[in-house]
């Protein structure tokens, strides 16, 4: 599609690659897709190496699309604490919980309310 007339200032753009696909690579903005939800749970994400590849190839900017709660729901204490409440769970190794947190404790997270 980007080849097609219409999208024609696309076709200089980098084609879309997995988070494997670019590591050791960069970009000055990143777009990642986080496509697991809370139901689904946080799948691949889970892995810090993967984690650590989409949270560093960016140079100026990282955009990252995906349901918040993947990791588990994000809970506030009253006391200003953010915590993602964990559901025991062999996949979560904390670095994506931690992740979350901070992006929300840090005003860096817009939430899109969906209908199902």
Known sequence: MRKIGDYGVLVAMPTAATVDEFQSRAADIVVAIMVSTEKSGPGFMSCENRLNALLSCHRS?????????????????????????????????????????????DGR???????K
């Open 61 to 105: 900017g990282n955009v990252i699309v995906g349901d918040i709660d993947a990791a588990g729901p994000l809970v506030d204490d009253s006391h200003g604490t953010i915590e993602v409440n964990m559901q025991p769970s062999p996949s979560n190794n904390g670095m994506l919980s931690n992740v979350c947190s901070r992006l929300f404790k």
């Open 109 to 115: 997270v817009v939430v899109i309310q969906c209908s």
